[in-house]
């Protein structure tokens, strides 16, 4: 029965997993007997134990996916050293390039000076079958002479430095080729290793998140059954009424304040933020007019909401009926809630609550005491 709080209740169909075949929990249609007795199912015995499958799950779930988390950091930092190493690499072959390309222009360079060289010692071979007397001979004056001698000498000098110099600066070039190369080779074997350690973290990575999206697979599946159960406590608790029906509502009753209980259904938000004249507005305000504390809902108000959300409170529950307790159908979409105005000596209990015919409607009538969950206000 629809019970409706601020903010309603999503519904989403329970995604079916194959890791893991429950056994059933009860045999049998629900009900147990033993020696001619006959015992009620427990149903809250049964969800809870759901329940606490259900939080385990959902607990290993959020732990691997803290796991996964922390995994994916260590992986980014991998995946920006493997980048890091990589732009290094390239760094380290354009060196090699541009010293490969000075080590051309260098050999082209002392090609040309060994030509340049090689037609200046043809030149000074002729001249050295003149003999000194032919060359001072042919030269001007003695001066000439000279200064034809010191420019041979000079220009024979210079070459062979010039050449030597070139050289030099090959060797050096040569290497400096060499070191980069070592080097690249260095930061390529980095890069093999490190990009092996990001292999195995990605794998771990998704591995951890297969367990968790498991972990929670399973979760839903618990969460799944759980709500069966419900609708079998639900129908359990509506054959456990007098007559297998529901009894006659009266409009404004049980001292419910006028200006809910006289307004259409659903007219306004009371102090808890429940909708008025719905059976959980009627039992936050009963129990608020005992003078106890009843917390505000905040959109968690829907009747088979209750427990969760006022255990949230420190607000305690039980399966044992106290009069003045509320008292929770879990199941159905939105649950439904009734205040225990007493306990009585054969199993039942008298209860009063609104809307349980979907009329907006007080009634107070006598019900099986049992499937039920009691919260002690």
């Known amino acids: 029965m629809k019970q409706r709080s601020t903010t309603p209740v999503s519904h989403k169909q329970a995604t079916k997993v194959a890791l893991v075949v429950m056994a059933a929990v009860v045999a049998g249609a629900g009900i147990f007997q033993t020696a001619g007795t006959v ?13 606490q499958e259900a939080n ?29 190493l990589q732009s290094q690499i390239i760094e380290s072959q354009n060196k090699i390039d541009s010293l490969k390309e000075e080590i051309k222009n260098n050999e082209a360079a002392i090609n040309r000076n060994r030509k340049t060289m090689g037609q ?12 000194p007397l032919e060359m001072l001979a042919s030269s001007e ?57 990001q292999a195995e973290q990605a794998k771990l990575v998704n ?40 009894p006659s509502g009266t409009p404004g009753g049980g001292g419910y304040p006028g200006v809910w209980a006289n307004a259409p259904l659903d007219a306004y938000v009371d102090p808890w933020g429940l909708y008025t ?6 039992v936050a305000w009963k129990v608020h007019s005992t003078g106890r504390y009843v917390p505000h809902f905040g959109g968690a108000g829907n009747a088979n909401q209750w427990p969760s959300t006022t255990s949230r409170h420190g607000i305690p529950n039980g399966s044992t009926p106290r009069a003045g307790a509320a008292a929770v159908m879990m199941g159905g ?30 009634r107070n009538y006598k019900r099986s005491s049992s499937g039920l969950v009691y919260i002690y206000f």
């Open 141 to 197: 004056n003695i001066g000439d002479f000279i200064d034809k001698q010191e420019q041979r000498s000079s220009l024979q000098g210079s070459l062979n430095d010039k050449i030597k110099e070139i050289k030099r600066l090959q060797k050096k070039l040569q290497d400096n080729k060499a070191a980069v190369e070592r080097t690249l080779k260095d930061q390529e074997t980095q890069k093999a290793q490190m990009a092996a350690k």
């Open 56 to 84: 385990n799950y959902n607990s290993q779930a959020a732990r691997l996916g803290e796991m996964a988390a922390t995994l994916e950091e260590e992986l980014n930092r991998l995946t920006a050293q493997v980048n890091a």
């Open 39 to 51: 015992f009620a199912r427990d149903y809250e015995a049964e969800i809870k134990a759901k329940q």
């Open 207 to 246: 591995d951890t998140k297969n367990d968790q999206a498991a972990y929670s697979s399973l979760a839903s599946q618990r969460n799944g059954e759980i709500a069966k159960l419900r609708e079998q406590q639900a129908a359990e608790n509506l054959r456990s009424l007098p007559r297998g029906s529901v």
């Open 120 to 131: 200046i010692l043809s030149d000074m071979y002729v001249d050295d079958q003149i003999s």
């Open 277 to 282: 004249r719905q059976c959980v507005s009627y």
């Open 333 to 362: 979409s939105y649950g439904h809630v009734m205040y225990v105005e007493s306990v009585n000596g054969d199993g039942t209990i008298t209860v009063s609550d609104y809307n349980l015919g979907w009329d907006g409607l007080y």
